[in-house]
């Protein structure tokens, strides 16, 4: 799935009072992110976009912990507020800000690697690598 940058292309006024605030529109998720900014300077609390207006991708789920059992997840942050289960080996409709969330969860990797330090050479305990978690596979992406 390659990366695009959304660029905000909602105007953002420059100066914004309570009142005003509940005024933008939010028809997009770049009007989202602007009331967001302004809701951020005058401490009052967010709003996140609905998970209707994110890019719907269908794709396969693993589980490699646990093969046979669903998973039960909510992913809620900045950009998205979603619960759902999912089984492996099925095939889901999910937007793809759950899809990048799920595929970026990992188990580290630690193992012990020698490191010089000055003229004499010790051990420290370092993370190597990650191993996924779960695996969403991108079977198609298109817009709701």
């Known amino acids: ?10 105007e953002i006024p420059t100066e914004i009072h309570i009142g005003n605030l509940n005024e933008l529109p939010l028809n997009s998720i770049a009007d ?8 951020r300077k005058l401490k009052r609390p967010i709003k996140i976009p609905p998970s209707s207006m994110y890019k719907q991708v269908k794709c396969k789920f693993a589980r490699f912990d ?3 059992n669903l998973l039960k997840f909510w992913v809620r942050n900045a950009d998205i507020d979603y619960k759902g289960q999912i ?3 099925r ?9 990048k969330f ?3 969860l990992a188990t580290p990797i630690f193992a012990e690697v020698k490191v010089d330090d000055g ?9 190597v690598g990650e191993q996924p978690r779960f695996s969403c596979q991108v079977i198609d ?4």
């Open 1 to 10: 799935m390659a990366k695009k940058e959304e660029v905000i292309t909602a």
């Open 32 to 39: 989202y992110r602007a009331y967001n900014i302004h809701a």
């Open 66 to 68: 646990q093969p046979q």
């Open 87 to 89: 089984k492996p080996g």
């Open 91 to 99: 095939t889901y409709t999910l937007p793809a800000p759950v899809v």
């Open 102 to 104: 799920l595929n970026g």
């Open 119 to 127: 003229g004499e050479t010790i051990t420290e305990t370092k993370q």
């Open 141 to 144: 992406e298109f817009e709701e």
